[in-house]
């Protein structure tokens, strides 16, 4: 294994580059800042005034992130065709997304909604449903936070950073996100803003040389891919190769469509998009976004690229274990010269950064607006909100570098997986719930819990042969277990979570409006879906006053 000496000058530019991007974070604070950043709209969602070019980067930086930089390449070299489900799910979802989207920032924008589960605890007049809300997205993104430290972890192990002791081999980590902790509790959104200029910018840079120079290096692509097919040919795994087979189809089809569903779900994409100045901000946005996923069709060939340079992945954590997130760095550290390989790195460790503040800071703002303001301080001015998201967005760093330190990465990749099923849940009452009122809140709370339920039973019979656990092992659920014949088809559980969800949810609905129970009111109205950039904004509703707001009466229900 290599040492710290032979990799001298990829860590001093590493270095540099990271401390140039720290730096900008802390001068955030004072770019576009209104007089008193004392408020959830200026800490935690930039002012809600950042144009077309901002916005890009900044919800292309949230969603493309460190992460994705060395797990979908290293997911192609593992196992082939099937890791280039990123791909069409990133496609997928744009146009989806530009019909929802729109109205979800009218509505806030009008009201002053934050969060999602502002919209749904609104919407539906049910503080007991924005918390499962809430809830949701904040164990959804925790892991998801984690992950962008296996990215910086792959860097540096791949630079021999590395230490005997735990403590020594997660130090330089807890370094780079005590000084993402200092600068996101000063400048907030704008911090992630202002830096994913850089983060994208290094990144395009880096891969466009590594598809010019690496398949000439490597003697074309046709060498490229005998290589992968060759290696895959030989592999004990029927469902590896370049191309899908019957084994495979329906779990990538069902993994694709469902992490589609998923992406702007998460609370995170949605600040972003909340942060924007205007509908036509996002209009543009969800149309120049697939400018990404051709950036992630060319990662994703680094996988393929690794295979046939001969790439062997560092070993992990466990006696006799591989880490595949190395595959990348290993690739760039053999292949360029160590001042090129320092840029690639430095852009991977940037690019942790920027979706790491907007995920804790989307965390905190959940934290903030629909616990503590709704439960333990309905009377708390902006000052003390804004307070309680900058030392709520602190505790969740400190919960992702936990999460590193104290469990195997391989077990942290998982619980990213299941945080998309979890995250799923939350469908029927933020998307659908923007286009209609029709679900019953019962409803929607009892199709949250099947969901859920359903979901971890499936991922509770979902084994992990690399790592030996019986359990949570993936999302891949085989349909034998459902009772069909063909053992070999998976499907992504997720997607079948999320239409017993569906299912439930409207069954209980009619069940509910039959029996004439309650359903509480809706303080939207029809045109607070289109107001846009100029519009004046409504005043927050007044929190109910019934000891118990879901039993409110409520008027017939009725589509936005």
């Not at 540096?156 to 005997?164: A, C, N, P, R």
């Not at 779990?251 to 972003?272: C, D, R, W």
């Not at 274990?321 to 550290?333: E, G, I, Q």
């Not at 505790?395 to 590193?404: E, L, Q, R, T």
Request: hydrophobic residues 50%.
């Amino acid at each position: 294994m290599s040492t710290m000496g032979d990799h001298v000058t990829e860590i001093v530019i590493f270095t540099l580059l990271f401390l140039l991007v720290s730096g900008m974070g802390f001068v955030a604070a004072r770019w576009r800042a209104p007089n008193d950043m004392a408020h959830l709209d200026e800490w935690g969602l930039g002012g809600r005034s950042f144009g077309g070019w901002i916005t890009w980067f900044l919800v292309g930086g949230d969603l493309y992130t460190a992460y994705t930089f060395v797990a979908v390449p290293a997911l192609l070299f593992g196992a082939g065709a099937a890791g280039f489900f990123a791909v069409p799910y990133t496609i997928i979802i744009y146009p989806l997304v530009f019909l929802v989207l729109v109205r979800l920032w009218s509505v806030s924008h009008r009201h002053g909604f934050v969060t999602p589960a502002d919209f749904v605890r609104s919407r539906f007049q049910s503080p007991t449903l924005a918390l499962l809300i809430a809830i949701t997205g904040i164990v959804a993104t925790m892991p998801y936070i984690a992950l962008q430290l296996v990215g910086i972890e792959a860097v540096l192990k791949t630079m021999g950073v590395t230490g005997d002791s735990a403590l020594a081999r997660h130090l330089p980590i807890i370094i780079a996100f005590a000084i993402l902790a200092a600068y996101t509790y000063q400048s907030g959104l704008r911090a992630p803003a202002l830096i994913a200029f850089v983060k994208d910018t290094l990144i395009y840079i880096v891969i466009l040389v590594a598809i010019i120079y690496l398949p000439y290096k490597l003697g074309g692509w046709g060498k490229i891919f005998d290589a992968a097919d060759a290696k895959f040919d030989a592999s004990p795994n029927p469902n590896d190769g370049i191309l899908l087979n019957a084994g495979n189809q329906w779990q990538y089809i069902t993994l694709a469509l469902g992490s589609a569903l998923a992406l702007f779900l998460y609370p995170h994409s949605l600040t972003g998009v909340l942060a924007s100045r205007s509908r036509d901000v996002i209009k543009r946005n969800m149309s120049a976004l697939p400018a990404y996923s051709l950036l992630l069709g060319l990662i994703a060939l680094l996988g393929f690229m690794a295979i046939a340079a001969g790439v062997t992945p560092l070993p992990g954590a466990k006696e006799g274990s591989v880490d595949s997130n190395t595959v990348v760095p290993l690739l760039f550290d053999q292949q360029f010269p160590s001042w090129f390989t320092g840029i690639a790195f430095a852009a991977i460790g940037i690019g942790a950064l920027v979706p790491a503040a907007i995920m804790s800071i989307a965390a905190a703002n959940l934290f903030t607006r629909n616990i503590y303001k709704e439960y333990l301080k309905r009377d708390a001015t902006p000052a003390q909100e804004a307070n309680v998201s900058k030392i709520t967005s602190l505790v969740v760093k400190v919960g992702a570098v936990a999460c590193i330190v104290f469990l195997d990465p391989q077990f942290s990749i998982d619980l990213q997986l299941i945080g998309g099923v979890i995250i799923l849940q939350t469908l029927p009452a933020v998307a659908l719930g923007i286009y209609t009122r029709w679900f019953h809140r019962g409803g929607l709370i009892a199709g949250w819990a099947a969901g859920m339920l359903l979901g971890f039973w499936m991922l509770w019979q979902i084994p992990n042969a690399a790592t030996g656990r019986a359990h949570f092992g993936g999302s891949a659920f085989a349909l034998d277990k459902f009772g069909f014949t063909d053992s070999k088809t998976t499907v992504y559980v997720g997607l079948v979570a999320v239409a017993v969800n569906l299912l439930v949810a409207a069954l209980v609905t009619l069940a509910l409006r039959a029996g004439k129970v309650p359903d509480g009111g809706d303080d939207t109205q029809p045109d607070d879906y289109f107001a846009d950039e100029g519009d004046a904004r409504a005043s927050v509703p007044a929190q109910p006053t019934s000891t118990d707001p879901d039993l409110d009466p409520a008027p017939s229900p009725k589509t936005a």
